[in-house]
C-alpha cells in the first residue's frame, strides 16, 4: 500500500504501483488540507480577478467570465483541449502521470475539490487507463493536451483501457458504480495545467534506465572473462583515483561480478615476473576501450541517472500548477511552475547516456563478432561450417540499425522551443517529446543489449 500525504514520494513508490500492483490511499490529514485550499480559493474568489476561474485561458485570460458561466468553462477546457493524436501513450507511462497529478494536486495549492484526487485513486486502484496519446504536448503550460485526456475521463467521457480492451468511459463508470467528477471551482485547469505526463513517462524512464546499466555492467563482465583479461581496469586503487562516484559505483560492481573469475588474471603473475623474452607479445596487453574502459563509460551514465531521478523526484513532490493558491498567506500567486524545463533537459541527458551505453553495447557485439579482434571465437560466433552456415552476423545488422537510431534521437529536444498559442507560450520547453524519445533510445537500448 501506498500513502500519498505530505511525505516525499519516490520512485520506489511508483515501483510499488506500478511494477507490482500496490493500491494506493490518501490519508486524512491530505484529504484535509486539499479541502481547505478548494474552500478558501472558493470564497477568496468572489469579487477578485483570478486567472481561470473567472478570466478566460491562455492569451484570452483578458476576459472576465460571469458567475453563471464558470463552471462551463471548465468543461469547454477539458473538452476542447482532449485534442492529442498519434498511438496511446503506454498504460505504465499513463498510470505514472496519475500518480503523479495525483501527487503534485494533493500538496494543496491548486484549489481543486478533493474529490478529484480521490476519483483519480479510485482509476488507479481499479486499473482503469485512460487514453491518453503520445502527440501533443509541448510541456510549458504543462502537458495540457495529454492531461486533457486524462480529464475527460474523470468527468465520464472519452476511452478507458479495461480489462484488456478499449471501452467508453461511461460504460466502465456505469458497470463498477463509479460517478464522474462534478467540477466546482476549477477542477478543469487544476488537472491538466502541469508536468505530470512529462514527469510520468520520465520516472518510468528511470526505471528501466537503471536496468539497462545493470545489463551493461554484467555484459562487460562477461566479456572481460570470456578474454581472460587483467584485472587492474576496474581495481579499486585505479578508479579511486579518479573521483567520480559512478565510476567507483561500476567497478565495483565488476568487481564483485569477477571476484571468484578463474578466468580473470592478475597482471603481475604474467608480466610483471621478469620471465616474458618475446619481442612481440603474444597475450594482449591491454584489452580494447570497449573492455576495458567500462566504468569510466557507464560511470558518468549512472552519475546522469542519478541526477535524473533527484530532479523528477523534486518535479512530482512539487505544485506544478498555475495559479498556486498560498492558504497560509490568504492569497493566489500568478506564475509559471507549469514550465517543463527541468524534465526536458533531464530527459535530454538522460537519452545522450542511454546511447551512449548502446554505443558501448554495439563495439563490444562486434568484438565478439570479429575473430580477429576476440582470438577466441570463431567469425560471427559461427559454430556451423564457415561459409555454408553465416553465424550471427544478421544481429549485427539489427544492433548497428537501432544503435543508429538512438544516435539520432539523442539530439536535444530542450532547445526546439516553438511559440505557439498566439505567441502567449512564447517558449516552450517540449519535455513529453523529449521524456517520450528518451523512452525510444532505451527501448531501443534493450533490443541491442539482448543481442549482445
Known amino acids: ?49 483570478i486567472y481561470g476561474v473567472n478570466t478566460g485561458l491562455g492569451p484570452m485570460a483578458q476576459y472576465r467570465i460571469d458567475t453563471k458561466d464558470q463552471i462551463q468553462l471548465q468543461y469547454n477546457l477539458i473538452r476542447s483541449h482532449a485534442a492529442g493524436s498519434g498511438n496511446p501513450l503506454e498504460p505504465i507511462c499513463v498510470r505514472a502521470a496519475m500518480i503523479s497529478r495525483l501527487k503534485s494536486l494533493s500538496l494543496g495549492y491548486s484549489g481543486i475539490h478533493p474529490d478529484a484526487i480521490q476519483l483519480l485513486t479510485t482509476l488507479l486502484n481499479q486499473q482503469i487507463i485512460p487514453f491518453s496519446p503520445e502527440h501533443g504536448g509541448v510541456g510549458a503550460s504543462g502537458d495540457l493536451v495529454q492531461l486533457s485526456h486524462l ?63 545493470g545489463w551493461s555492467v554484467y555484459a562487460s563482465a562477461m566479456i572481460n572473462e570470456l578474454v581472460e583479461s587483467f584485472d587492474d581496469h576496474f581495481s579499486q586503487v585505479l578508479n579511486d583515483a579518479k573521483k567520480h ?55 558518468p551514465i549512472i552519475d546522469t541517472l542519478e541526477n535524473t531521478k533527484k530532479v523528477l523526484v523534486n518535479e512530482v513532490n512539487s505544485a506544478n500548477d498555475n495559479p498556486i493558491v498560498d492558504v497560509q498567506g490568504k492569497t493566489v500567486f500568478h506564475g509559471g511552475n507549469f514550465h ?36 577466441i571465437l570463431p567469425p560471427f ?61 532505451i527501448d531501443n537500448t534493450f533490443e541491442v543489449l539482448a543481442i549482445e
Open 1 to 49: 500500500m501506498v500513502t500519498i500525504s505530505n511525505h516525499t514520494l519516490r520512485i520506489e513508490d511508483y515501483i510499488q504501483v506500478l511494477i507490482f500492483d500496490d493500491s494506493i490511499t490518501i490519508d486524512e490529514k491530505t484529504l484535509t488540507q486539499v479541502d481547505h485550499c478548494f474552500h478558501f480559493l472558493k470564497d477568496f474568489s468572489v469579487n477578485k480577478i
Open 151 to 213: 480529464a475527460l475521463v474523470l468527468i465520464g467521457e472519452g476511452e478507458v483501457y479495461y480489462q484488456g480492451e478499449w471501452q467508453p468511459t461511461a460504460d466502465v463508470f456505469s458497470k463498477l458504480n463509479i460517478s464522474p467528477l462534478q467540477i466546482r471551482l476549477r477542477e478543469g485547469l487544476g488537472l491538466i495545467n502541469g508536468t505530470s505526463v512529462m514527469s510520468g513517462i520520465g520516472i518510468t524512464n528511470t526505471i528501466f534506465a537503471q536496468r539497462i546499466i
Open 245 to 299: 562516484e559512478g565510476q567507483h559505483l561500476i567497478a565495483e560492481k565488476m568487481r564483485y561480478l569477477l571476484h571468484d573469475s578463474h578466468l580473470i588474471k592478475k597482471r603481475a603473475d604474467h608480466l610483471f615476473n621478469g620471465k616474458i623474452e618475446e619481442k612481440i607479445f603474444k597475450q594482449k596487453i591491454q584489452e580494447y576501450y570497449s573492455l576495458r574502459c567500462v566504468p569510466q563509460i557507464l560511470g
Open 340 to 375: 517543463g524545463d527541468y524534465v526536458s533537459f533531464e530527459m535530454d541527458k538522460l537519452k545522450i547516456a542511454i546511447t551512449k551505453l548502446s554505443m558501448l553495447a554495439e563495439r563490444q557485439i562486434n568484438f565478439l563478432m570479429n575473430d580477429k579482434l576476440n582470438n
Open 381 to 441: 560466433v559461427n559454430l556451423g561450417t564457415l561459409g555454408l552456415n553465416l553465424g550471427l552476423q544478421g544481429t549485427q545488422f539489427t544492433a548497428t540499425s537501432t544503435v543508429a537510431e538512438n544516435q539520432t534521437l539523442s539530439n536535444p529536444m530542450y532547445i526546439h522551443s516553438i511559440p505557439n498559442n498566439n505567441d502567449n507560450q512564447d517558449i516552450v520547453s517540449m519535455g513529453t517529446n523529449s521524456a517520450l524519445m528518451a523512452k525510444r533510445t
